[in-house]
Nanobody, 115 residues
Framework: VQLQASGGGMVQSGRSLLLSCTVS????????MGWHRQAPGKRRDVVSS???????NYTDSVKGRFTISGDFSKNTVHLQMDNLKPEDTAVYYC??????????WGRGTQVTVSS
């Protein structure tokens, strides 16, 4: 399974970025997609997820600022990140889970927010 992400970069605080990811090569149906992130010296944590059934979750620190969307017919997922803050600086990983609960992550894309 391959996860190809794009859209990271460096922006100033308060600006926006859009992360996009396409999942390909899965034999089994993709039932969940989303984004995780890992800041320097910290563990990787879930940022947001969306299920094929339409359930959406956000970690508390991004609620009201980030919006996830997904197209399960194309296995694509997007994360619109608005009002970015320096504490959002991290490597962002696209994530997908199959109907058999196998988890996959992309290589990661760097997001850097300067104050």
């Amino acid at each position: 399974v391959q996860l190809q992400a794009s859209g990271g970069g460096m922006v100033q605080s308060g600006r926006s970025l859009l992360l996009s990811c396409t999942v390909s090569g899965s034999t089994y149906r993709i039932d969940d997609m989303g984004w995780h992130r890992q800041a320097p010296g910290k563990r990787r944590d879930v940022v947001s997820s969306i299920s094929r059934g339409g359930n959406i979750n956000y970690t508390d620190s991004v609620k009201g600022r980030f919006t996830i969307s997904g197209d399960f017919s194309k296995n694509t997922v997007h994360l619109q990140m608005d009002n970015l803050k320096p504490e959002d600086t991290a490597v962002y990983y696209c994530w997908a889970r199959t109907m058999l609960y196998d988890n996959f992550w992309g290589r990661g894309t760097q997001v850097t927010v300067s104050s």
